[in-house]
C-alpha cells in the first residue's frame, strides 16, 4: 500500500544518486578490461536475475564484485518466466504459506523499488456451472484461500480481492463461453518485463561500483592451498585471468551441466522444468486481465495475460532432460496450450495463429519422481570450504531476498561484517517515476516510460537523428533509437540482444523481427564497428535461430 510522504525541504538523496544526467556508464569494452586489471572479493557467475542481484547487493555493501555472463543478461530463464511477481496462490494451496507471505513481501518491494517496470496485474478465475478452471462446489473454498492470500501480503497492493458478476467477467474477456459463466473472483499480483527488470538489476548494480561483463563464459576455477584464488574467463579470443577469493555460482539450471565445485563438494541435485508460452493477437481473445482457463483432461490450469496487442498463453510445467541452451515450445506443447484455449472461450485459435513462443526450464532442487508442479519453488545456498558458494533455485519475485542471503554467505566466507542495503534500493529509472501520470496519456512517451522511467529522455533525446523515430520491427512500438540506444547504453552486443531481450520482439512477432535483423545488424556495425563477415554471421545465425523455433512449434521436425 502506498505511504503519503510530506513535502521535502530539501532534494531527494535517492534522486540525487539514481536520476542522472547521463546514462549509466555500461561500457563492455570498458568492464572488460577492468576484468582483466583489477582483483575482486567476489566473482558472481550467472548474468541471470539472482545473479545480477548478488552482484547489486555486494556493490552496495562495499564489495569489490565482478559479474560475467557466457551469453547475455536474462538470456535463458529470467526472460522466459512467466513475467509475474506474485506470491504463489498454488502454495498456499500446498500448505506453504511462509513462502507465499515472503513473495508477497517482495513483490511490494519491487513494486517500490522498480515502479516503471514492475505493474500491478489483475487476476481473474471464471466460475462456470461445469468445466471451467475452478468447480462451483469449490469455489467458496478457493474464495478463502483469496482471503488467506489478501492477509499474508495481498493487501500490500493496496486492493483486496473481489466477486465478479457474469457480466463483470465478460467485459474483462468477452470471448469467454458465456453459457455456463455463473461469476468470476479477481485478484491482483504484479508482472514485469522480466528481461529488462534483469538488465536493470545489473545496470544498477554498475552504477554502485560492480564491473558487469555479457558475452564473457567461465572456464576455470582456480584454486590454491584449498582455497578459491581466482578465475579464468573466455571472451572472444582474450582469455583473462581475475584474482578473486570468493566465487559465486548463480547459473540457475545450468549447473546440471557444469559445476565448479571442488572434488569435496555436494552439488544440489537440479531438476529442470520445462515451461512454455505462445503468443497470439490480442484481438483474438481481447482480455483486459489474466484470465484462468482450464486444460480439458488435465489438472493444470493455463493462463491468458495481455501484453500490449498481444496475449501470451501459458505455462507447462514439465521435466525436461535435453539442452539446455535449446529449448523451445513443441507443436505437442503448443497444441496443449491453444486446446485450452479453445476449450474455455468462443475462438477457433489454430497454430497459424500464433506469432511467437518462449520456452524456458525452472531450476528446481529435488531428485526424480512425482510431478515438477508438486515441487517446492524454495532456493538453497551451499557454502563450499575453499569459499565456492552455490545459490540455486527460488523463482523471479524472491530474487533479491536470494542474493541477500547468497551475500550474506560471501560475507561470512570474506570475513567481513557487512549489512543488505537492497530492501529499499531503487532501481536506475524507478526514482520520481508516476506510472499513471506517465502512461496516462498514451503515445510513445508512455511506451519508453513503462520501459525506461526516468530515464526515458535519454532515448528521446536520439530523435534528433535521421529515421530514428522508424519503427524497429512492423506492427510492434519499438523505434530505432531503441536499438541506438540498446547497444550504446545497455551493452547489446548482438542481433539477439536487441531483438530478445533490449526489446521483446521475437517473442511478440518472430518473423518480423527475422525481417528486422538486417537493419539492427547496420546499428551493431555503425555502433561497434563490427566488420561485414562478423554482421553477416550474426544475421545467418539469428534467422536460423528463429526459422528453428518456428520449424518446432509448427512440428516441421523436432
Known amino acids: 500500500m502506498k505511504r503519503i510522504s510530506l513535502p521535502g525541504r530539501r532534494e ?7 536520476v542522472l544526467d547521463r546514462p549509466v556508464p555500461f561500457d563492455r569494452s570498458t568492464n572488460l578490461d577492468r576484468l582483466a586489471a583489477e582483483s575482486f572479493d567476489v566473482v558472481v557467475v550467472g548474468g541471470g536475475i539472482t545473479g545480477a542481484y548478488t552482484a547489486l547487493d555486494c556493490a552496495l555493501r562495499g564489495l569489490r564484485v565482478a559479474l560475467v555472463e557466457k551469453d547475455d543478461f536474462a538470456s535463458g530463464t529470467s526472460s522466459k518466466s512467466s513475467k509475474m511477481v506474485h506470491g504463489g496462490l498454488r502454495y498456499i494451496e500446498q500448505g506453504n504459506l511462509p513462502l507465499v507471505r515472503h513473495s508477497l513481501l517482495e513483490r511490494q518491494r519491487l513494486r517500490d523499488n522498480a515502479p516503471h517496470l514492475v505493474q500491478r496485474l489483475p487476476f481473474m478465475f471464471p466460475v462456470l456451472a461445469r468445466g471451467g478452471a475452478l468447480d462451483p462446489r469449490l469455489a467458496s473454498g478457493f474464495e478463502a484461500l483469496l482471503w ?28 469467454l463461453r458465456a453459457e455456463e459463466l455463473r461469476y468470476g473472483l479477481l485478484y491482483f499480483d504484479a508482472r514485469t518485463d522480466d528481461a529488462r527488470l534483469t538488465l536493470t538489476v545489473a545496470r544498477t548494480a554498475a552504477l554502485h561500483g560492480a564491473c558487469v561483463v555479457n558475452h564473457a563464459r567461465l572456464s576455470e576455477v582456480r584454486r590454491s592451498g584449498g582455497r578459491i584464488s581466482g578465475v579464468e574467463v573466455q571472451a572472444e579470443d582474450r582469455t583473462i585471468t581475475v584474482p578473486t ?23 544440489p541435485p537440479i531438476r529442470p522444468a520445462k515451461g512454455v508460452h505462445v503468443v497470439l493477437p490480442w484481438r483474438l481473445i481481447r482480455n483486459d486481465c489474466t484470465v484462468t482457463v482450464p486444460v480439458p483432461g488435465r489438472t493444470r490450469r493455463a493462463t491468458i495475460t495481455r501484453w500490449g496487442d498481444y496475449s501470451v498463453l501459458g505455462t507447462t510445467d514439465e521435466d525436461y532432460q535435453g539442452d539446455l541452451d535449446s529449448v ?12 485450452g484455449a479453445n476449450s474455455a472461450l468462443r475462438v477457433d485459435l489454430k497454430p497459424e495463429d500464433i506469432t511467437g513462443s518462449i520456452a524456458g526450464c525452472r531450476p528446481l532442487i529435488a531428485p526424480p519422481g512425482g510431478k515438477t508442479l508438486e515441487v517446492s519453488r524454495n532456493h538453497e545456498i551451499r557454502t563450499d570450504p575453499d569459499g565456492l558458494v552455490t545459490v540455486v533455485g527460488g523463482k523471479l519475485t524472491t530474487s533479491r531476498h536470494m542474493a541477500e542471503q547468497t551475500v550474506d554467505a560471501v560475507s561470512a566466507v570474506l570475513d567481513r561484517r557487512t549489512r543488505c542495503r537492497t530492501q529499499k534500493a531503487p532501481l536506475v529509472g524507478g526514482v520520481g517515476f508516476d506510472p499513471q501520470a506517465s502512461q496516462a496519456t498514451g503515445g510513445l512517451a508512455a511506451h519508453l516510460g513503462e520501459r525506461y522511467g526516468t530515464e526515458s529522455h535519454f532515448v528521446s533525446e536520439l530523435l534528433t537523428e535521421p529515421g530514428a523515430d522508424d519503427p524497429l520491427v512492423a506492427g510492434l512500438p519499438y523505434i530505432r533509437a531503441e536499438a541506438v540506444h540498446a547497444v550504446r547504453h545497455e551493452m547489446a552486443h548482438t542481433i539477439d ?25 547496420a546499428i551493431l556495425g555503425s555502433e561497434l564497428g563490427l566488420d561485414q563477415a562478423a554482421l553477416e554471421a550474426q544475421l545467418a545465425a539469428y534467422r536460423n535461430s528463429t526459422e528453428l523455433e518456428r520449424n518446432i512449434l509448427m512440428g516441421v521436425h523436432e
Request: hydrophobic residues 40%; charged residues 30%; contains cysteine.
Open 12 to 18: 531527494s538523496r535517492q534522486a540525487r544518486e539514481l
Open 148 to 175: 488467506s492470500y489478501d492477509a499474508a501480503g495481498g493487501w500490500r497492493e493496496g486492493r483486496l480481492h473481489q466477486r465478479l458478476s457474469r457480466n463483470e467477467v465478460l467485459a474483462r474477456c468477452p470471448t
Open 245 to 267: 577469493r570468493c566465487v559465486v555460482m548463480a547459473t540457475g539450471v545450468w549447473l546440471r551441466d557444469f559445476s565448479a565445485a571442488g572434488p569435496q563438494a555436494e552439488v
Open 328 to 339: 523451445h515450445c513443441t507443436s505437442e506443447e503448443r497444441d496443449f496450450l491453444l486446446e
Open 497 to 521: 540482444d536487441v531483438l530478445s531481450r533490449r526489446t521483446r520482439a521475437r517473442l511478440y512477432r518472430r518473423d518480423a523481427s527475422a525481417e528486422a535483423a538486417g537493419a539492427v545488424a
